[in-house]
């Protein structure tokens, strides 16, 4: 049995993967997450973690936002750690902006989680066809959803993304590397 670890800077990230994963993996990969306490901590410590690992037929993906970063040189630093490990081949995904990008990039996933039909139609709308590039997304779903909640919202959202219907290249390019890596 080949076994994903998750090396991730937040809880939340955990929370959406928990609902995402199982629709995108087959049942005989095994899943495990190691949460950091923040990026900084992710990047001081993941090379260690991978390095320590012992599990056998074990792969590894990094998770973390680019945030305010330059995404290539957030990557390659990221690529240089689990270099670092002695495990390059590790999958190394960089959500741009942040996560929450990822949830408006399937804005019907969002309406369905909460209940409010209304949001899927602004899909349309030119500043949701990139959410990718949206610097404060967050915010800007805490706008459609008034209760939206960090945790809670990637619990309810997780479980419903589609990334056929995402238009987050990040995403995108997130599950398409998990999907590769498994087969």
Not at 44 to 73: E, H, S, Y
Not at 106 to 111: G, Q, V
Not at 139 to 147: F, K, P
Request: net charge positive.
């Amino acid at each position: 049995m080949t076994a994903l670890v998750f090396l991730l800077e937040e809880p939340s990230a955990q929370d959406l993967l928990e609902g995402l994963l199982p629709r995108l993996l087959p049942p005989t990969v095994a899943v495990q997450f190691v949460v950091f306490e923040g990026k900084q901590d992710l990047e001081r410590n993941m090379a260690r973690r991978i390095r320590g690992w012992l599990a056998p037929r074990t792969k590894f993906v990094v998770l973390r936002d680019q945030d305010a970063g330059d995404c290539r040189d957030v990557k390659a630093r990221l690529v240089e750690r689990a270099t670092e490990a002695k495990r390059p081949e590790t999958l190394v995904r960089v959500a741009c902006r942040d996560l929450e990008a990822w949830v408006l990039g399937d804005l019907a996933a969002l309406a369905q989680a909460f209940e409010r039909p209304g949001i899927e139609r602004l899909a349309a709308k030119a500043k949701y066809r990139d959410p990718d590039a949206l610097h404060h997304a967050l915010e800007e779903i805490r706008h459609l959803v008034g209760s939206y909640q960090k945790r809670d919202g990637a619990r309810r959202v997780g479980v419903l993304l589609d990334p056929a219907r995402s238009q987050s290249r990040s995403f995108r390019a997130f599950c398409d590397g998990v999907k590769r890596l498994v087969e």
